[in-house]
């Protein structure tokens, strides 16, 4: 089965956002953090389903922006 090259892009740029926040979460740079899982809520991405449990955005969860994220639908 061949995939198409969107879906391969989309699945590498989910996965570089949300690595992307969380290494500017760990230097923290909350506002360059955030504005990367703004980006993802905006384009629908994978990546926020994950957002609460991924233990990786830790540094993240005090700041009322990912609570505020995480209530939004999908």
Known sequence: MKRC???RRDYYD???L???AVIY???GEKDKAFAKPEKAYQRHDR???TMKVDPFMDSL???PRFKGLLSRPL
């Open 5 to 7: 090259p969107e879906c």
């Open 14 to 16: 989910d996965t570089l």
């Open 18 to 20: 949300n690595r992307i």
């Open 25 to 27: 979460g760990e230097l």
């Open 47 to 49: 990546f926020l389903t």
């Open 61 to 63: 969860r005090d700041d």
